[in-house]
Antibody, heavy 118, light 109 residues
Framework: EVQLVQSGAEVKKPGESLKISCKDSGYGFTSYWIGWVRQMPGKGLEWMGIICPGDSDTRYSPSFQGQVTISADKSIGTAYLQWNSLRASDSAMYYC???????????WGQGTLVTVSS | QSALTQPRSVSGSPGQSVTISCTGTSSDVGGYEYVSWYQQHPGKAPKLLIFDVTKRPSGVPDRFSGSKSGNTASLTISGLQAEDEADYYCSSYAGSLYVFGTGTEVTVL
């Protein structure tokens, strides 16, 4: 069954802000980690960062530190990925994933396609 | 954190075995028993195939197997089938976060 449901595709202009979401309809939202993964067109997977909604412990890949903000609202079982000022190079598919210890990421969202173009 | 190194592509005929390598360092692959493998078909989300180097989630066929030696992990697909044609990514714990491999395209001839 589908556990992680992501928000829909977005088309934005450079410089605009954006916040996409990932809702967990399963159990144990605060006991797992929610990670965000970027996949640029025709390219591989990249870990952006990960958050433990239970205590808000958040870790960013060096490439994404300062470029995005990961947050979570455990009251509604939802994690977020946010940009303050989008660039064309942010155009990509973004996946959220629910991970247990050791990076066991067995649940994935359907992906959110972000297109940034003037 | 640099991406782990995988071959760009591998291929095999149906029924054959193929092995995909994933080379990192002592700070990631070699330092922890936390290597996972993911399969991704075009336009689809990744699917977990292997975790903790060698373990398979329920529902994953036993023709997928994982191993590790030093700083290199490997995924072997035995008895290759048409539906195995996909992209494969390794992922390793790297101290505070995770790092993916560069990805390997598997072609079934």
């Amino acid at each position: 069954e589908v556990q992680l449901v992501q928000s829909g595709a977005e088309v934005k202009k450079p410089g605009e802000s954006l916040k996409i979401s990932c809702k967990d309809s399963g159990y144990g939202f605060t006991s797992y980690w929610i990670g965000w993964v970027r996949q640029m067109p025709g390219k591989g997977l990249e870990w952006m960062g990960i958050i433990c909604p239970g205590d808000s412990d958040t870790r960013y890949s060096p490439s994404f530190q300062g470029q995005v903000t990961i947050s979570a609202d455990k009251s509604i079982g939802t994690a977020y990925l946010q940009w303050n000022s989008l660039r064309a190079s942010d155009s990509a598919m973004y996946y959220c994933t629910k991970c247990g210890g050791g990076g066991i990421c067995s649940d994935w969202g359907q992906g959110t396609l972000v297109t940034v173009s003037s | 954190q640099s991406a782990l190194t995988q071959p760009r592509s591998v291929s095999g005929s149906p029924g054959q075995s193929v092995t995909i390598s994933c080379t990192g360092t002592s700070s990631d692959v070699g330092g922890y028993e936390y290597v996972s493998w993911y399969q991704q078909h075009p336009g689809k989300a990744p699917k977990l195939l292997i975790f903790d180097v060698t373990k398979r989630p329920s529902g994953v066929p036993d023709r997928f197997s994982g191993s590790k030696s030093g700083n290199t992990a490997s995924l072997t697909i035995s008895g290759l089938q048409a539906e195995d044609e996909a992209d494969y990514y390794c992922s390793s714990y790297a101290g505070s976060l995770y790092v993916f491999g560069t990805g390997t395209e598997v072609t079934v001839l």
